[in-house]
Structure formats: structure tokens, C-alpha cells
């Protein structure tokens, strides 16, 4: 009897990993980003690769160590930050030499460690599979509850960036939202192990968490520090704490938001009336302003939710109409339903 007449089965493995913070070139704009390390010797950098591809990153300069004097430093979700008068922590040897730790700690006895090869591609049943996607993984921020081994839950959460406010300093955090109330904040000397409702409070406050101004020193961990330049903010501080709550409701089971918008979107779209269209306003401004082109497609963002609630002018703040227009050619159109009781 051959392989294939037997019953198939499969099974799935945990991989350990950790990540920390470092800086990708992208296009000639500086992007800070989480380096994830795992187990197997793959490194996530915009890309699963191996350590001899991770070694290519470096040398090509897609991987980083240092942002130039007087270019910026995008930080996804918080802003952009002009580099001045700035002391790095690695060169491109040192983190080599970093990552290269951090596998032998997580696999001592470096078994099983993934070797692409130096290939860009590989070959499966004819179709050409780029390295950056074979293999990846789904990703969660979690803890382990006690005790740790053998046997262990884990608790699932979600993560921010914000800077928080130390020794006359700004230190930029990653704060880590768990689903039992807890929180965690990496970034500091040390890791803060607190509440929810503690951090809530710490929010409220700005000597404890802010958005740099020109001239603020801030420290990132693991990266470096500098003093901030020109500062430009995607959120508020508002809409930053409302993000907080955001993801607390989130890993609580209770929805985040943004999908609680799109539902609400979904049943103005089957039932159009006042009544879905109210509920489609109260979902949609219960969105923290900076993730509200989250609530509808990648091609067309928040745009007809923003043309039902605010009127059909709001195409003209669409991408595709503005390029459109400024080049001359047809303007798109989004079809949106009226609600049938007003008709």
C-alpha cells in the first residue's frame, strides 16, 4: 500500500520567537519596524530570510542601524520625526552578531534551522513562490501563564506605540494590551508589568505619555537617541488613548471598532434607512480618526461610508479622483445607496 491510500494527517508546531526594534530603507525613507527572530534561524525584515540573507539586508542597506542626520524616522501609527544629533546602539556587525545570540538562545543546539540557500524563489508544482512568503507564520503578541512548563496557556493581546515620558527624556514604548487586564510596556530600563485601568490612568496624564516636539531627546530602545527636528503626527493624543481603549475592548472579546464599523457599514448596504445610517454615523465616529481609512476596502478606504454620512462630495478626497482629475482623465464614481425612506 502506498502513501497516498493511507489516511493523511498533519500537525502544526509552535515556533518560538522574539522581536525587537529595528530600521528598514525603504525607497530612501527610514521606517522603524519589530526585527522577529525565531527558532528555526528566520528573520522577519519586510521578508522572511535566513542569516545569510538577513547578512545580504545588511550589506545592501535595507536594513539599517543609524538614520542620516536630517532625514526621518517614520514610526507607523505615531509619525514622522526628523533625526537630529543622534547616538546609534549597533553598527551592521553588531546586530549581525545580535541575531546570531539570539538563535543559539532560542536553539541551542541550532537543529532544524531553515537554509534558503541564497535562493530568491522556489520552485512548487511549477509555481515560482517568493522566499519572503514561504514559510511565514501567523503572528500574535502573547504571554505565557504560570507555570511556563510543560504545560501553559497563553494569553492573546495587542500592541500600540507611544512615548512615555522619563527623566527628561521620551522614551518610545510598545505597550502590550492582554486580554486578562493586564498590561505590559517594553522600551524602558525595564519592563512595566501594570493594569489596565492603571495605564488608563497614566493616559489621562500628559507628564506620563505625549507626542514629541522639536527639540525633545528621545531614546528608542535597542536603536539609539536623538533629538527631534521637524515632527509630524499622524493621531493625537485623543486619538492615540482612544486606540488604547480601542484594543483593551478588542482583546476583551468585545469587537474592535473598525469591525463594528464594517458591520454596521454592511447593514446600511442590505437595508438602507435612517435608522442603519444613524447606526453606520455612531460606528464609524466611535473610530479613532487615524484608523477610520480602515473601515472599508484598500482601493477605496472610508470613502463611502464618509459619501453616506457627510454627502457625495466626499469623493473628491479619494486618491483615484484626485489623480484623476489632476491628470486630466474620466473622474471614478462610487455608488452609494440613499436611504430608501428619504427617497
Known sequence: MGIRDLQQKKRTRTLRGVAFPGIICNGGSYFLTELEVYEDGLIDCWGLVDQKLFQQKLDSG??????????????????????????????????ASYVEDVIDTLNPTRVNLFDLRDKKYLSIKGARIAISEFGSRPRETWKYEDPEWPISGTVIGRTIRHFFQSDDVLRLVTIKVFGDETVRILGMR???????????????SRDRFRIPATGDHVIVDQIGAF?????????????????????????????????????????????????????????????????????????????????????????????????????????????????????
Not at 71 to 84: D, K
Open 62 to 95: 535595507w536594513v539599517v542601524t543609524e538614520v542620516p542626520e536630517h532625514e526621518s524616522l517614520h514610526i507607523h501609527g505615531v509619525g514622522v520625526f526628523e533625526v537630529l544629533r543622534a547616538e546609534w546602539q549597533h553598527s551592521p556587525q553588531s546586530l
Open 190 to 204: 525595564e519592563p512595566i508589568e501594570k493594569s489596565f485601568e492603571e495605564l488608563a490612568s497614566d493616559f489621562s
Open 227 to 343: 533629538t527631534c527636528g521637524k515632527v509630524f503626527a499622524f493621531a493625537s493624543e485623543i486619538d492615540l488613548r482612544n486606540e488604547i481603549v480601542d484594543i483593551h475592548k478588542t482583546v476583551s472579546g468585545k469587537g474592535s471598532s473598525v469591525v463594528l464599523c464594517k458591520r454596521a457599514f454592511e447593514e446600511y448596504c442590505a437595508d438602507p434607512t435612517r435608522k442603519t445610517r444613524e447606526e453606520l454615523r455612531k460606528a464609524y465616529e466611535s473610530v479613532p480618526r487615524h484608523m477610520r481609512h480602515f473601515c472599508g476596502d484598500q482601493d477605496s478606504k472610508d470613502i463611502p461610508i464618509r459619501m453616506i454620512l457627510y454627502g457625495k462630495n466626499q469623493i473628491e478626497h479619494w486618491s483615484h479622483y484626485l489623480v484623476a482629475k489632476h491628470l486630466g482623465q474620466e473622474l471614478p464614481t462610487i455608488h452609494v445607496p440613499e436611504p430608501k425612506d428619504e427617497r
